[in-house]
């Protein structure tokens, strides 16, 4: 069973940054795509950013350049880090493991239990 805890979430002003860590139980990473998504309220879920089935970061249009995906295979930790941010990045936010390497919701096998950013303007 994979397990994914996200932490690092918190409140921000508009331009501030925040760095999410989530921690994966072993061998997640050895077996799966890693990534990230975000749910407004009142919308659906998204992908922000993951990597693909040969390693490489990918990005939504809307935050490409301001948010890196990293991780740490020894650590078993995945890491978003969000520069200036804005409030229309305020969401709550969700590690994804994704075997398909797809990126749709609907292919995600496991999911963290999220972690709050709220961004003031």
């Known amino acids: 069973q994979v397990q994914l805890v996200e932490s690092g979430g918190g409140s921000v002003q508009a331009g501030g940054s925040l760095r999410l860590s989530c921690a994966a139980s072993r061998y997640t990473f050895s077996t799966y795509c890693m990534g990230w998504f975000r749910q407004a309220s009142g919308k659906e879920r998204e992908v922000v950013a993951f990597?693909?089935?040969?390693?490489?970061?990918m990005y939504a249009g809307s935050v490409k350049g301001r948010f890196t995906i990293s991780k740490d295979n020894a650590k078993n930790t995945l890491y978003l880090q969000m520069n200036s941010l804005q409030p229309e990045d305020t969401a709550m936010y969700y590690c994804?493991?994704?075997?398909?390497?797809?990126?749709?919701?609907?292919?995600?096998?496991?999911w963290g239990q999220g972690t709050q950013v709220t961004v003031s303007s």
């Open positions: 990597f693909d089935d040969v390693g490489m970061a």
């Open positions: 994804a493991a994704d075997r398909l390497c797809t990126w749709y919701v609907s292919s995600v096998n496991y």
